[in-house]
Protein backbone atom coordinates (compact mmCIF):
# COMPACT_ATOMS: atom_id res chain seq x y z
CA UNK A 1 0.00 0.00 0.00
CA UNK A 2 1.12 3.42 -0.53
CA UNK A 3 0.99 6.59 1.85
CA UNK A 4 -2.34 7.69 2.70
CA UNK A 5 -2.62 11.68 2.03
CA UNK A 6 -5.55 11.98 4.60
CA UNK A 7 -3.45 10.72 7.30
CA UNK A 8 -1.69 14.46 7.32
CA UNK A 9 -2.37 17.08 9.02
CA UNK A 10 -2.24 21.12 7.89
CA UNK A 11 1.42 21.44 8.96
CA UNK A 12 2.07 18.37 7.54
CA UNK A 13 0.52 18.97 4.21
CA UNK A 14 2.43 22.39 4.59
CA UNK A 15 5.77 20.31 4.89
CA UNK A 16 5.16 18.11 1.93
CA UNK A 17 4.36 20.98 -0.08
CA UNK A 18 7.40 23.18 0.88
CA UNK A 19 9.97 20.21 0.30
CA UNK A 20 8.32 20.09 -3.19
CA UNK A 21 9.06 23.26 -4.25
CA UNK A 22 5.50 24.61 -4.38
CA UNK A 23 3.89 27.54 -3.55
CA UNK A 24 2.40 27.61 0.28
CA UNK A 25 -1.17 27.70 -1.12
CA UNK A 26 -0.66 24.55 -2.64
CA UNK A 27 -0.82 23.22 0.88
CA UNK A 28 -4.54 24.58 1.14
CA UNK A 29 -5.49 23.58 -1.88
CA UNK A 30 -4.97 20.13 -1.06
CA UNK A 31 -6.35 19.94 2.20
CA UNK A 32 -9.80 21.80 0.76
CA UNK A 33 -9.91 19.14 -1.81
CA UNK A 34 -8.95 16.20 0.92
CA UNK A 35 -11.66 18.27 2.82
CA UNK A 36 -14.17 17.49 0.09
CA UNK A 37 -13.98 14.04 0.07
CA UNK A 38 -11.87 14.66 -3.25
CA UNK A 39 -9.99 11.34 -4.62
CA UNK A 40 -6.24 12.49 -5.43
CA UNK A 41 -6.45 12.97 -9.29
CA UNK A 42 -9.73 15.17 -8.52
CA UNK A 43 -7.63 17.68 -7.00
CA UNK A 44 -5.94 20.98 -8.69
CA UNK A 45 -2.17 21.16 -8.27
CA UNK A 46 0.55 21.79 -10.54
CA UNK A 47 1.91 19.00 -12.65
CA UNK A 48 4.72 18.18 -11.08
CA UNK A 49 3.79 18.12 -7.38
CA UNK A 50 0.49 15.58 -9.20
CA UNK A 51 3.32 13.20 -10.48
CA UNK A 52 5.06 13.29 -6.72
CA UNK A 53 1.97 12.66 -4.87
CA UNK A 54 0.43 10.06 -7.29
CA UNK A 55 3.87 8.35 -6.91
CA UNK A 56 3.54 8.17 -3.33
CA UNK A 57 0.15 8.11 -2.14
CA UNK A 58 -2.85 6.23 -2.58
CA UNK A 59 -5.71 7.64 -4.69
CA UNK A 60 -8.25 6.68 -3.28
CA UNK A 61 -7.79 5.06 0.13
CA UNK A 62 -11.35 4.78 1.22
CA UNK A 63 -14.05 3.37 -1.32
CA UNK A 64 -17.96 3.23 -0.96
CA UNK A 65 -18.70 -0.47 -2.08
CA UNK A 66 -22.13 -0.73 -1.21
CA UNK A 67 -25.03 1.64 -0.03
CA UNK A 68 -27.88 0.47 1.99
CA UNK A 69 -31.00 2.44 3.17
CA UNK A 70 -33.34 1.16 5.42
CA UNK A 71 -36.92 2.56 6.03
CA UNK A 72 -36.24 4.89 8.46
CA UNK A 73 -33.44 6.62 6.09
CA UNK A 74 -30.43 5.00 8.33
CA UNK A 75 -27.92 4.15 5.47
CA UNK A 76 -25.18 1.38 6.14
CA UNK A 77 -21.66 1.52 4.06
CA UNK A 78 -19.33 -1.35 3.31
CA UNK A 79 -15.87 0.64 2.50
CA UNK A 80 -13.23 -1.06 0.49
CA UNK A 81 -9.78 0.26 1.48
CA UNK A 82 -6.79 0.48 -1.04
CA UNK A 83 -5.13 -3.08 0.22
CA UNK A 84 -8.54 -5.14 -0.60
CA UNK A 85 -9.89 -5.25 3.09
CA UNK A 86 -13.39 -4.32 3.74
CA UNK A 87 -14.91 -2.11 6.70
CA UNK A 88 -18.30 -0.75 7.72
CA UNK A 89 -19.86 1.81 8.77
CA UNK A 90 -23.65 3.71 9.25
CA UNK A 91 -25.21 6.88 9.37
CA UNK A 92 -28.40 7.69 11.33
CA UNK A 93 -30.77 10.50 10.62
CA UNK A 94 -31.71 12.44 13.94
CA UNK A 95 -33.56 15.77 14.52
CA UNK A 96 -30.46 17.55 15.37
CA UNK A 97 -28.34 16.20 12.45
CA UNK A 98 -26.39 13.15 11.10
CA UNK A 99 -24.68 10.83 13.08
CA UNK A 100 -22.16 8.26 11.54
CA UNK A 101 -20.27 5.26 12.87
CA UNK A 102 -16.94 4.96 11.82
CA UNK A 103 -14.64 1.77 12.45
CA UNK A 104 -11.39 2.24 13.61
CA UNK A 105 -10.03 -1.25 12.86
CA UNK A 106 -10.54 -4.13 10.42
CA UNK A 107 -11.72 -6.97 12.87
CA UNK A 108 -11.14 -6.43 16.50
CA UNK A 109 -8.93 -8.51 18.84
CA UNK A 110 -11.12 -8.03 22.10
CA UNK A 111 -13.33 -11.47 21.68
CA UNK A 112 -16.13 -9.64 23.41
CA UNK A 113 -19.08 -13.10 23.40
CA UNK A 114 -21.42 -10.81 21.98
CA UNK A 115 -19.76 -9.34 18.96
CA UNK A 116 -19.70 -9.76 15.62
CA UNK A 117 -16.49 -7.70 14.92
CA UNK A 118 -14.56 -9.59 16.58
CA UNK A 119 -15.37 -13.24 14.80
CA UNK A 120 -12.35 -13.94 12.95
CA UNK A 121 -10.16 -11.67 15.02
CA UNK A 122 -7.84 -8.56 14.65
CA UNK A 123 -6.65 -7.91 10.59
CA UNK A 124 -5.08 -4.74 10.80
CA UNK A 125 -5.57 -1.19 12.43
CA UNK A 126 -7.12 1.68 9.93
CA UNK A 127 -4.75 4.55 9.82
CA UNK A 128 -5.64 7.98 10.58
CA UNK A 129 -6.78 8.62 7.18
CA UNK A 130 -8.79 5.64 6.84
CA UNK A 131 -10.92 6.43 9.60
CA UNK A 132 -11.40 10.00 8.14
CA UNK A 133 -11.87 8.81 4.57
CA UNK A 134 -14.98 7.11 5.58
CA UNK A 135 -16.40 10.33 6.85
CA UNK A 136 -15.21 11.93 3.65
CA UNK A 137 -16.78 9.58 1.51
CA UNK A 138 -20.11 9.43 2.91
CA UNK A 139 -19.99 13.68 3.98
CA UNK A 140 -19.33 13.70 0.05
CA UNK A 141 -22.04 11.22 -1.13
CA UNK A 142 -24.57 12.72 1.02
CA UNK A 143 -23.96 16.15 -0.30
CA UNK A 144 -22.43 17.63 2.47
CA UNK A 145 -19.64 20.40 2.20
CA UNK A 146 -17.23 21.54 4.98
CA UNK A 147 -19.49 24.31 5.36
CA UNK A 148 -22.77 22.23 5.53
CA UNK A 149 -21.94 19.34 7.07
CA UNK A 150 -23.73 15.71 5.99
CA UNK A 151 -22.23 14.57 9.01
CA UNK A 152 -22.73 16.25 12.23
CA UNK A 153 -21.80 13.80 14.42
CA UNK A 154 -19.41 11.05 14.77
CA UNK A 155 -19.03 7.96 16.68
CA UNK A 156 -16.33 5.32 17.26
CA UNK A 157 -18.54 2.38 17.12
CA UNK A 158 -17.85 0.42 14.65
CA UNK A 159 -15.59 -2.24 14.47
CA UNK A 160 -12.44 -2.24 16.45
CA UNK A 161 -11.49 -0.93 19.60
CA UNK A 162 -10.91 2.53 19.36
CA UNK A 163 -7.93 2.48 22.26
CA UNK A 164 -6.21 -1.07 20.64
CA UNK A 165 -5.12 1.82 17.64
CA UNK A 166 -4.25 4.74 20.07
CA UNK A 167 -2.20 6.63 18.08
CA UNK A 168 -3.95 6.33 14.81
CA UNK A 169 -7.09 7.61 16.88
CA UNK A 170 -5.93 10.05 18.35
CA UNK A 171 -4.32 11.65 15.01
CA UNK A 172 -7.77 11.10 12.86
CA UNK A 173 -9.77 13.06 16.08
CA UNK A 174 -6.50 16.05 15.93
CA UNK A 175 -7.24 15.65 12.05
CA UNK A 176 -10.93 15.60 12.07
CA UNK A 177 -11.56 18.50 14.87
CA UNK A 178 -9.12 20.42 13.05
CA UNK A 179 -10.45 23.96 11.47
CA UNK A 180 -8.56 23.58 8.52
CA UNK A 181 -10.22 20.13 7.98
CA UNK A 182 -13.96 19.05 8.45
CA UNK A 183 -14.04 21.11 12.05
CA UNK A 184 -16.37 19.04 13.35
CA UNK A 185 -16.50 19.52 17.39
CA UNK A 186 -14.81 16.96 19.84
CA UNK A 187 -18.34 17.66 21.92
CA UNK A 188 -19.75 16.07 18.76
CA UNK A 189 -17.72 13.13 18.92
CA UNK A 190 -18.27 9.54 20.76
CA UNK A 191 -15.89 7.41 21.71
CA UNK A 192 -16.36 4.06 23.03
CA UNK A 193 -13.88 1.67 24.46
CA UNK A 194 -14.64 -2.13 26.14
CA UNK A 195 -12.61 -0.17 29.35
CA UNK A 196 -8.71 -0.18 28.31
CA UNK A 197 -7.39 1.56 31.66
CA UNK A 198 -4.25 2.51 30.90
CA UNK A 199 -5.43 4.11 27.35
CA UNK A 200 -8.10 5.87 28.88
CA UNK A 201 -6.02 7.64 31.49
CA UNK A 202 -3.57 8.49 29.06
CA UNK A 203 -6.91 10.14 26.78
CA UNK A 204 -7.65 12.16 29.82
CA UNK A 205 -4.21 14.17 29.00
CA UNK A 206 -4.65 14.65 25.43
CA UNK A 207 -7.16 17.80 25.66
CA UNK A 208 -9.81 16.36 23.29
CA UNK A 209 -13.56 17.05 25.31
CA UNK A 210 -15.33 14.17 23.46
CA UNK A 211 -18.01 12.12 24.83
CA UNK A 212 -16.51 9.16 26.35
CA UNK A 213 -18.20 5.92 26.26
CA UNK A 214 -17.34 2.83 28.11
CA UNK A 215 -19.09 -0.60 27.44
CA UNK A 216 -19.96 -1.74 30.56
CA UNK A 217 -22.42 -4.91 30.27
CA UNK A 218 -22.31 -6.15 33.60
CA UNK A 219 -22.17 -4.98 37.52
CA UNK A 220 -19.39 -7.01 38.54
CA UNK A 221 -16.28 -7.96 36.96
CA UNK A 222 -17.41 -11.81 37.58
CA UNK A 223 -20.35 -11.45 35.40
CA UNK A 224 -18.26 -9.33 33.50
CA UNK A 225 -15.56 -11.73 32.39
CA UNK A 226 -18.50 -14.08 31.14
CA UNK A 227 -18.80 -11.99 28.24
CA UNK A 228 -15.71 -9.47 27.99
CA UNK A 229 -12.39 -11.45 28.07
CA UNK A 230 -11.02 -7.74 28.83
CA UNK A 231 -12.29 -7.84 31.88
CA UNK A 232 -10.21 -10.24 33.51
CA UNK A 233 -7.35 -7.55 32.44
CA UNK A 234 -8.97 -4.54 34.13
CA UNK A 235 -11.16 -3.79 37.09
CA UNK A 236 -14.77 -2.27 36.87
CA UNK A 237 -13.19 -0.12 40.12
CA UNK A 238 -10.01 1.07 37.90
CA UNK A 239 -12.49 1.59 34.79
CA UNK A 240 -14.84 4.04 37.27
CA UNK A 241 -11.65 5.70 38.53
CA UNK A 242 -10.20 5.94 34.96
CA UNK A 243 -13.57 7.50 34.11
CA UNK A 244 -13.68 10.05 36.94
CA UNK A 245 -10.36 11.44 35.91
CA UNK A 246 -11.56 12.17 32.39
CA UNK A 247 -13.77 14.05 33.98
CA UNK A 248 -11.62 16.08 36.16
CA UNK A 249 -9.70 16.37 33.06
CA UNK A 250 -12.12 17.73 30.87
CA UNK A 251 -15.63 18.52 32.54
CA UNK A 252 -17.46 16.24 30.17
CA UNK A 253 -20.38 13.75 32.07
CA UNK A 254 -19.54 9.86 30.45
CA UNK A 255 -21.40 7.00 29.26
CA UNK A 256 -21.87 3.28 29.60
CA UNK A 257 -23.04 0.93 27.46
CA UNK A 258 -25.15 -2.16 28.82
CA UNK A 259 -26.67 -4.58 26.18
CA UNK A 260 -29.34 -6.50 27.94
CA UNK A 261 -28.85 -9.94 27.34
CA UNK A 262 -31.42 -12.33 28.44
CA UNK A 263 -30.52 -14.25 31.68
CA UNK A 264 -26.96 -12.99 31.73
CA UNK A 265 -27.56 -9.25 33.12
CA UNK A 266 -31.04 -8.06 33.00
CA UNK A 267 -33.02 -8.54 36.18
CA UNK A 268 -33.93 -5.74 37.84
CA UNK A 269 -31.44 -6.88 40.69
CA UNK A 270 -28.72 -6.45 37.99
CA UNK A 271 -30.38 -2.63 37.36
CA UNK A 272 -30.26 -2.00 41.31
CA UNK A 273 -26.74 -3.33 41.50
CA UNK A 274 -25.78 -0.96 38.84
CA UNK A 275 -27.78 1.91 40.17
CA UNK A 276 -25.48 1.25 43.33
CA UNK A 277 -22.17 1.20 40.93
CA UNK A 278 -22.85 4.42 38.97
CA UNK A 279 -24.89 6.53 42.30
CA UNK A 280 -23.24 10.53 42.57
CA UNK A 281 -21.13 10.02 39.34
CA UNK A 282 -21.48 12.49 36.75
CA UNK A 283 -22.55 9.77 34.17
CA UNK A 284 -25.32 9.03 31.75
CA UNK A 285 -26.02 5.19 30.99
CA UNK A 286 -27.38 4.07 27.48
CA UNK A 287 -28.97 1.08 26.77
CA UNK A 288 -30.00 -1.16 24.56
CA UNK A 289 -31.19 -4.99 24.07
CA UNK A 290 -28.77 -7.21 22.28
CA UNK A 291 -28.59 -7.48 18.55
CA UNK A 292 -28.49 -11.21 18.50
CA UNK A 293 -25.46 -12.27 16.14
CA UNK A 294 -26.26 -15.44 14.70
CA UNK A 295 -22.61 -16.94 15.45
CA UNK A 296 -23.35 -16.30 19.37
CA UNK A 297 -25.83 -18.00 21.47
CA UNK A 298 -27.05 -15.28 23.28
CA UNK A 299 -30.43 -13.65 23.43
CA UNK A 300 -31.68 -10.41 23.67
CA UNK A 301 -33.84 -9.24 26.60
CA UNK A 302 -36.91 -8.59 25.52
CA UNK A 303 -38.53 -5.04 25.29
CA UNK A 304 -40.60 -5.35 28.38
CA UNK A 305 -37.81 -6.77 30.07
CA UNK A 306 -35.67 -3.45 28.83
CA UNK A 307 -38.56 -0.97 30.34
CA UNK A 308 -38.75 -2.57 33.35
CA UNK A 309 -34.85 -2.37 33.82
CA UNK A 310 -34.55 1.38 32.41
CA UNK A 311 -37.81 1.89 34.60
CA UNK A 312 -35.68 0.57 37.73
CA UNK A 313 -32.56 2.39 36.92
CA UNK A 314 -34.13 6.07 36.62
CA UNK A 315 -36.27 5.18 40.04
CA UNK A 316 -33.35 5.04 41.64
CA UNK A 317 -31.54 8.53 40.55
CA UNK A 318 -29.44 7.52 37.38
CA UNK A 319 -29.77 9.44 34.13
CA UNK A 320 -30.42 6.39 31.49
CA UNK A 321 -32.15 5.80 28.13
CA UNK A 322 -33.31 2.83 25.94
CA UNK A 323 -31.56 3.33 22.54
CA UNK A 324 -34.11 2.98 19.89
CA UNK A 325 -33.80 1.16 17.41
CA UNK A 326 -32.50 2.11 13.71
CA UNK A 327 -31.79 0.75 10.43
CA UNK A 328 -33.34 -3.09 11.40
CA UNK A 329 -35.00 -3.80 7.84
CA UNK A 330 -31.03 -3.16 6.70
CA UNK A 331 -29.45 -5.47 9.93
CA UNK A 332 -25.69 -5.25 10.36
CA UNK A 333 -24.69 -4.74 13.59
CA UNK A 334 -20.94 -3.99 14.65
CA UNK A 335 -19.12 -6.31 12.44
CA UNK A 336 -22.19 -8.10 10.88
CA UNK A 337 -22.10 -6.46 7.36
CA UNK A 338 -18.84 -7.18 6.65
CA UNK A 339 -18.67 -11.05 7.61
CA UNK A 340 -21.58 -11.32 5.71
CA UNK A 341 -20.18 -9.57 2.61
CA UNK A 342 -16.86 -12.14 2.81
CA UNK A 343 -19.16 -14.95 3.41
CA UNK A 344 -20.84 -14.54 0.16
CA UNK A 345 -17.78 -13.77 -1.49
CA UNK A 346 -16.36 -16.79 -0.05
CA UNK A 347 -19.43 -19.14 -1.17
CA UNK A 348 -19.54 -17.09 -4.28
CA UNK A 349 -23.30 -15.77 -4.15
CA UNK A 350 -24.19 -12.86 -5.83
CA UNK A 351 -26.40 -10.56 -3.65
CA UNK A 352 -26.34 -12.65 -0.41
CA UNK A 353 -23.78 -9.90 1.03
CA UNK A 354 -26.71 -8.48 2.94
CA UNK A 355 -28.83 -9.68 5.59
CA UNK A 356 -32.91 -8.57 4.85
CA UNK A 357 -33.19 -8.02 8.27
CA UNK A 358 -31.19 -9.91 10.81
CA UNK A 359 -32.68 -8.05 13.70
CA UNK A 360 -30.10 -6.10 14.16
CA UNK A 361 -30.10 -2.81 15.98
CA UNK A 362 -28.06 0.57 15.87
CA UNK A 363 -28.99 3.05 17.40
CA UNK A 364 -27.01 6.26 19.07
CA UNK A 365 -27.81 8.04 22.46
CA UNK A 366 -29.11 11.36 22.36
CA UNK A 367 -26.17 14.08 21.51
CA UNK A 368 -24.98 15.28 25.24
CA UNK A 369 -25.00 18.47 26.00
N1 LIG B 1 -14.72 -1.62 20.89
C1 LIG B 1 -15.57 -0.55 21.33
C2 LIG B 1 -16.57 -0.13 20.26
C3 LIG B 1 -17.42 -1.27 19.83
S1 LIG B 1 -19.03 -1.28 19.30
C4 LIG B 1 -16.29 -0.95 22.59
O1 LIG B 1 -16.17 -2.10 22.99
O2 LIG B 1 -16.93 -0.11 23.20
C5 LIG B 1 -20.06 -0.24 20.13
C6 LIG B 1 -20.97 -0.88 21.18
O3 LIG B 1 -21.79 -1.94 20.68
C7 LIG B 1 -20.21 -1.47 22.34
O4 LIG B 1 -20.82 -1.04 23.51
C8 LIG B 1 -20.37 -2.95 22.14
O5 LIG B 1 -20.18 -3.65 23.34
C9 LIG B 1 -21.76 -3.00 21.60
N2 LIG B 1 -22.12 -4.25 20.88
C10 LIG B 1 -21.34 -5.02 20.12
N3 LIG B 1 -22.04 -6.05 19.63
C11 LIG B 1 -23.29 -5.90 20.08
C12 LIG B 1 -24.49 -6.66 19.94
N4 LIG B 1 -24.51 -7.75 19.20
N5 LIG B 1 -25.58 -6.21 20.57
C13 LIG B 1 -25.57 -5.10 21.30
N6 LIG B 1 -24.48 -4.34 21.48
C14 LIG B 1 -23.35 -4.76 20.90
Do not use: W
Request: glycine share 8%; proline share 3%; charged share 25%.
Amino acid sequence: MKEILQDKSMEELAALVAAAGEKPFRARQLMEGLTQGKKLSEIPVSAALRARLTEAFEEEPVRILETLTARDGTKKFLFALADGNIVEGVLMKYKYGNTQCVSTQVGCRMGCRFCASTLNGLVRNLTAGEILGQVLAVNRAEGGTKKERAVTNIVLMGSGEPFDNYENVVRFLRNVTAEEGLGVSARNISLSTCGLVPQMRRFAEEGIPLNLTVSLHAVTDEERARTMPVANAYKIADILDACACYFQKTGRRYIFEYSLIAGENSDLAHAAALAHLLKGRPCHVNLIRLNAVKERHLLAADEKNAQAFLKELVSRGISATLRRSMGSDIGGACGQLRVKYIEAKKTGAADAGFPKSCGADFGEEEPQA
